[in-house]
């Protein structure tokens, strides 16, 4: 499988002293990717540069603009990710004529053996294997993923996050784990990398009321798009059902 298509690519080519940096911003079809505001906008010629002014403005953490061609209005935004319905404060707005552009992360090798594929949300892409049936628990799924020199799917930024949930939902539709449980400490989530849950996703990835460790049983966070085509989060659940699972392809697991 490609990486999926974006309807426009500019080529943008920056010479900063003698070193040439070249960018390749995509437009957003629809209302399918969103971004965080840097800071105010401003006019400006055209998506180009937009993106090349935001570039001098705030470095590297200007991954994506949202431009709109009737105003000239430059918005500076920081990494796009697909649509997550907690963050309120993500542009473009719903509805509005602006149009998003993105700058593509840097793209992992993909050695794609055992139906691993590269998959693209937004400009930030992963090497995943989805499964084809369930595992019989958390654990399995880990080994599963740990026998093709793989782990669990980490979602430990936001952009990662909404490619979990996209393949997820596109791809599998039905309920799975993620590499992100608290078997060891209660309370205290972790990914598969061992990075612990940061204040911003503590906010945005857990469906409200949770996680609430009900029953005392509740050590795995696991997705269930198919319940709700709205649902964009986490649940804590059992680690001992039957569930789908994404691997993730790394380097050193
Ligand atoms: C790709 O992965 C398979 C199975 O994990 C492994 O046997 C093979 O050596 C890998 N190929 C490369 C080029 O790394």
Redesign the pocket.
């Known amino acids: 499988m490609s990486i999926k298509n974006v309807s426009v690519c500019l080529l943008l080519v920056l010479r900063a002293s003698s070193e040439v940096r070249q960018f390749f911003l995509k437009q957003a079809s629809g209302q399918d990717c969103q971004t965080l505001q840097l800071g105010e906008k401003w006019i400006s010629q055209s998506p180009i540069t937009c993106q090349r002014d935001c570039l001098s403005l705030y470095s590297e953490n200007c991954q994506s603009i949202i431009y709109n061609s009737q105003t000239g209005s430059c918005t500076p935004g920081s990494i796009a990710f697909g649509p997550i319905k907690k963050v309120t404060t993500s542009i473009p707005e719903t509805g509005s004529s602006d149009k998003l552009y993105y700058v593509m992360q840097t793209i992992p090798p993909c050695?794609?053996?055992?139906n691993?594929a590269l998959y693209d949300v937004c400009g930030t892409s992963a090497c995943l294997y989805l499964s084809t049936s369930r595992a019989d628990n958390y654990n399995d799924a880990r080994t599963f993923c740990s026998q093709?020199?793989?782990r669990l799917v980490v979602g430990n930024t936001m952009a990662k996050f909404s490619l979990f949930w996209y393949t997820s939902k596109t791809y599998i539709n039905d309920n799975l784990y993620t590499g992100l449980q608290d078997i060891d400490v209660e309370g205290k989530f972790v990914w598969e990398n061992g990075e612990p849950l940061s204040y911003e996703q503590k906010q945005y990835i857990w469906h409200d009321g949770n996680p609430d460790n009900a029953g005392n049983n509740q050590h795995c966070a696991i997705a269930f798009p198919e319940v709700s085509s709205k649902k964009t989060t986490l649940d804590d659940a059992r680690c001992d059902l039957r569930r789908h699972y994404i691997c993730e392809r790394c380097s050193q697991c």
């Open positions: 050695n794609t053996s055992n691993f093709m020199n793989s």
